[in-house]
């Protein structure tokens, strides 16, 4: 990742964060991993690199997924004839069963001629062989679903442009439609029915992305109240860029190609192979995830950092256990018969802790939650003012025509008060008691 990042002059975090969704695309169709006896994670991730136009985003994306790209064209070639041999047959048995049917009608044929003529064309149809497909941009949900089925349940969306909100919203059929993103990160079972078309049944659906979009498509996305009051928001990990635009290196030194070459190997690999099953946790691991599930609950409380952003908080430990099985996956030959080590979860426990700090970054820059941003502006204005006391009626004059009414300051300047920032006291003047604001002076 550090020579993709110096040869496209990126950030590394953004090679970083889309290389987990690498690993999660390459594994999500076969493996699982324990963290006690009922609680299972998928290997599915929802990757995203957040930064602004000009960023090179589609050169990471591109560098990442090309050995997938390759793989999934060479597997769509080997088995092309296979595919058509599946297509012809199941139509030929169709056109069967409608001859059969019409000889029926004509009493030249046996109801049991009917039936078997039946039960054949189903059977072709329940065999038949799809184009190989990895990775997936444009879809709607509906179509994405008809992929996953004809996929054994698991596909990849890769998008350098972040088009898949917008279809998320309803660019194609004016409503919002999440089902499939929420329960295929879940791998809870999908079953969609619909009128005039077959219904799909997908047992274990598993859906990775890997996503690099503008700030402001973002910001876009944490302004929708259904995506982030149906908990799609916490699902995703984020990575916030910094921009290196006017330091760029204008003449960096590209990716060595041994690097190129072991990075193909490694993920044709892992494409190519057949094992699966599910991945558990040595005794030492395991105490490591149970000490790091015990630091995240208390950052989710209400003095705890993670408070007002707990859809993605109460995820962190589950993202944690996805990232420490991938990295097995990938160092490890027989991942399923040899438990995860403690150095793996502490690398893990190492990723998660630098995906939330990101994931901090941004809801605040996405403005995830309306009252801690009010506050941040409620604090400047503050900030401005200056001294260590303010009259609730003078601080509302100096926020008037941000705030339309008094009490609509009130949520902001309850943060700042829960935070520590401000204390609010009633002070006696003769008449009307005056609310002040007392800044804390630290």
Same mark, same amino acid.
């Given at each position: 990742?550090?020579?993709?990042?110096?040869?496209?002059?990126?950030?590394?975090?953004?090679?970083?964060?889309?290389?987990?969704?690498?690993?999660?695309?390459?594994?999500?169709?076969?493996?699982?991993?324990?963290?006690?006896?009922?609680?299972? @994670?998928?290997?599915?991730?929802? %990757?995203?690199? &957040? !930064?602004?136009?000009?960023? $090179?985003? /589609? *050169?990471?994306?591109? =560098?990442?997924?090309?050995?997938?790209?390759?793989?999934?064209? @060479?597997?769509?070639?080997?088995? %092309?004839?296979? &595919? !058509?041999?599946?297509?012809? $047959?199941? /139509? *030929?048995?169709?056109? =069967?069963?409608?001859?059969?049917?019409?000889?029926?009608?004509?009493?030249?044929?046996?109801?049991?001629?009917?039936?078997? !003529?039946?039960?054949?064309?189903?059977?072709?149809?329940?065999?038949?062989?799809?184009?190989?497909?990895?990775?997936?941009?444009?879809?709607?949900?509906?179509?994405?679903?008809?992929?996953?089925?004809?996929?054994?349940?698991?596909?990849?969306?890769?998008?350098?442009?972040?088009?898949?909100?917008?279809?998320?919203?309803?660019?194609?059929?004016?409503?919002?439609?999440?089902?499939?993103?929420?329960?295929?990160?879940?791998?809870?079972?999908?079953?969609?029915?619909?009128?005039?078309?077959?219904?799909?049944?997908?047992?274990?659906?598993?859906?990775?992305?890997?996503?690099?979009?503008?700030?402001?498509?973002?910001?876009?996305?944490?302004?929708?109240?259904?995506?982030?009051?149906?908990?799609?928001?916490?699902?995703?990990?984020?990575?916030?860029?910094?921009?290196?635009?006017?330091?760029?290196?204008?003449?960096?030194?590209?990716?060595?190609?041994?690097?190129?070459?072991?990075?193909?190997?490694?993920?044709?690999?892992?494409?190519?192979?057949?094992?699966?099953?599910?991945?558990?946790?040595?005794?030492?691991?395991?105490?490591?995830?149970?000490?790091?599930?015990?630091?995240?609950?208390?950052?989710?409380?209400?003095?705890?950092?993670?408070?007002?952003?707990?859809?993605?908080?109460?995820?962190?430990?589950?993202?944690?256990?996805?990232?420490?099985?991938?990295?097995?996956?990938?160092?490890?030959?027989?991942?399923?018969?040899?438990?995860?080590?403690?150095?793996?979860?502490?690398?893990?426990?190492?990723?998660?802790?630098?995906?939330?700090?990101?994931?901090?970054?941004?809801?605040?820059?996405?403005?995830?939650?309306?009252?801690?941003?009010?506050?941040?502006?409620?604090?400047?204005?503050?900030?401005?003012?200056?001294?260590?006391?303010?009259?609730?009626?003078?601080?509302?004059?100096?926020?008037?025509?941000?705030?339309?009414?008094?009490?609509?300051?009130?949520?902001?300047?309850?943060?700042?008060?829960?935070?520590?920032?401000?204390?609010?006291?009633?002070?006696?003047?003769?008449?009307?008691?005056?609310?002040?604001?007392?800044?804390?002076?630290?």
């Amino acid at each position: 990742m550090e020579a993709l990042s110096t040869a496209t002059q990126t950030p590394p975090d953004m090679a970083g964060v889309l290389s987990l969704g690498v690993l999660a695309m390459t594994a999500q169709s076969r493996y699982m991993v324990q963290a006690t006896q009922d609680w299972l @994670e998928p290997l599915c991730l929802y %990757a995203v690199a &957040v !930064a602004p136009p000009g960023e $090179r985003k /589609s *050169a990471v994306i591109g =560098a990442l997924t090309r050995p997938a790209i390759e793989y999934e064209a @060479e597997r769509r070639t080997a088995e %092309a004839a296979d &595919v !058509a041999h599946s297509k012809a $047959r199941a /139509s *030929a048995l169709e056109k =069967a069963h409608q001859a059969t049917e019409n000889k029926f009608a004509n009493g030249k044929a046996a109801l049991d001629d009917v039936l078997n !003529a039946a039960e054949e064309a189903e059977q072709a149809r329940s065999e038949l062989v799809y184009p190989y497909r990895l990775l997936v941009d444009d879809a709607t949900p509906e179509k994405l679903v008809d992929l996953m089925e004809q996929q054994g349940g698991c596909i990849t969306v890769v998008s350098a442009e972040g088009g898949i909100f917008d279809v998320m919203s309803g660019r194609y059929d004016r409503g919002t439609n999440l089902d499939v993103y929420l329960k295929a990160h879940a791998g809870d079972p999908l079953t969609v029915d619909r009128i005039g078309r077959p219904p799909n049944h997908i047992p274990n659906p598993r859906l990775t992305m890997l996503l690099s979009v503008q700030p402001d498509v973002i910001s876009g996305v944490m302004s929708n109240n259904t995506f982030r009051g149906r908990g799609l928001c916490g699902r995703y990990l984020y990575a916030i860029c910094t921009s290196k635009v006017g330091h760029r290196d204008i003449d960096p030194p590209p990716v060595p190609d041994s690097v190129k070459g072991a990075y193909r190997a490694t993920i044709r690999r892992m494409l190519a192979d057949q094992d699966g099953g599910t991945i558990t946790l040595s005794p030492e691991a395991n105490e490591i995830r149970r000490a790091y599930q015990s630091h995240i609950e208390r950052r989710l409380g209400p003095d705890g950092d993670l408070y007002t952003m707990r859809d993605w908080g109460g995820k962190c430990v589950g993202a944690m256990l996805r990232i420490a099985a991938l990295l097995h996956v990938a160092d490890c030959p027989t991942p399923t018969a040899t438990p995860i080590p403690a150095e793996i979860m502490v690398r893990a426990t190492s990723i998660a802790e630098c995906l939330a700090a990101h994931a901090q970054a941004a809801y605040g820059l996405m403005g995830g939650d309306q009252s801690q941003s009010e506050a941040k502006y409620l604090w400047r204005r503050i900030q401005a003012h200056g001294g260590q006391e303010i009259s609730k009626r003078d601080l509302y004059r100096l926020c008037k025509g941000h705030f339309r009414k008094a009490e609509d300051m009130e949520p902001a300047l309850s943060t700042l008060s829960d935070m520590g920032y401000v204390r609010e006291v009633n002070v006696s003047t003769g008449g009307r008691p005056t609310t002040k604001i007392l800044v804390n002076p630290l």
